[in-house]
């Protein structure tokens, strides 16, 4: 049995019929029937009902799915371990973050990677937590950034950094002279926020219900550049980390008291993965960062 068999497997699986498969993997249909053929008779068992107007995994089938998916992800896992390379003067990595995070944290990181490892290739993406799990639960990413919340078993989350959101306030916002202002004034600010599918911005609603706060909420934007810049031309201000504001001189970050919320940021990869090279690489810059920079989790 070859790997191919395992990939037209699934692919026949995934969209629940040969024609579809087959353009997806750029071969031919009776090439690719041919193939399930041989799986099936190497298997002794049927492993698709072709009868209807769809098809579909037979009981067998289904069985089979699963052993066939970790196959492939244990075969990929394979493939990159052995083009390993330590010296890293060649690999790749595959990083995701969410999205607080690519506004203050992951720039300096990823350019000082890339000025010590300049021919490791990176993939970097912005998600929600959840996809992030999901994402390294099936071994489609290195490493994560999010929070400690974490939900899944097969993660395992180390410390990273303590982040605190503040009050942040453009240089002619009355309060931008302020270093800390008492909680309260939230009840009077005009705000504009992350919209609501955003980890921030569920947090920063649950916890002004816990302390009473209710914040006058004007406008809501999907992205975080979006926010930061109708605060810089606007007299609205925000909630977000206080670190994104210390990036632009045309930002402040007011500290409030007592604090909204402080939230510990992890690194995160699934249990028991193959750490390549790179992946040792950018942990261990990222940890160094952090402690140099941010505030360290108690």
């Known amino acids: 049995m070859l790997f191919r068999h395992i990939h037209y497997f699934l692919a026949v699986a995934e969209y629940q019929g ?13 090439a690719l029937s041919q193939q399930i053929k041989q799986l099936e008779e190497t298997l002794g068992m049927q492993l698709f009902d072709r009868s209807g107007r769809t098809t579909r995994l037979t009981d067998a089938g289904e069985v089979y799915l699963g052993y066939a998916r970790h196959a492939l992800q244990s075969l990929e896992e394979g493939k990159r371990a052995i083009h390993d390379v330590e010296d890293l003067s060649r690999g790749s990595l595959r990083v995701a973050v969410t999205p607080t995070f690519t506004a203050y944290f992951i720039g300096p990181l990823i350019a000082a990677f890339y000025r010590r490892y300049p021919n490791v290739t990176l993939q970097i ?30 993660i395992d989350a180390q410390p990273l950094l303590t982040e605190s959101l503040a009050l942040v306030v453009a240089n002619h916002h009355p309060l931008a002279q302020q270093e800390s202002v008492e909680l309260n004034v939230l009840n009077s600010e005009k705000l504009i926020l992350l919209s609501p599918e955003f980890a921030t911005r569920e947090q920063i609603d649950r916890y002004c219900r816990q302390v009473g706060v209710r914040p006058q909420v004007l406008m809501e934007a999907n992205s975080i550049s979006a926010v930061l810049e109708l605060v810089r031309r606007t007299s609205l201000s925000t909630l977000l980390p206080a670190a994104i504001a210390a990036q632009s001189d045309d930002l402040n970050a007011i500290a409030l008291t007592p604090q909204l919320l402080e939230r510990t940021a992890v690194l995160m990869q699934r249990k028991g993965a193959w750490r390549t090279a790179a992946s040792r690489a950018f942990v261990d810059m990222a940890r160094d960062m952090a402690h140099r920079t941010y505030k360290s989790p108690t």
């Not at 959840?130 to 939900?151: P, R, S, T, W």
């Open 18 to 30: 040969f024609t579809r498969a087959a353009a997806a993997l750029h071969v031919s249909q009776p």
């Open 125 to 154: 993406r912005e998600m929600s937590q959840d996809k992030i799990e999901a994402l390294l639960a099936n071994d489609e990413l290195d490493i994560g950034i999010a929070f400690e919340e974490v939900h899944s078993q097969d």
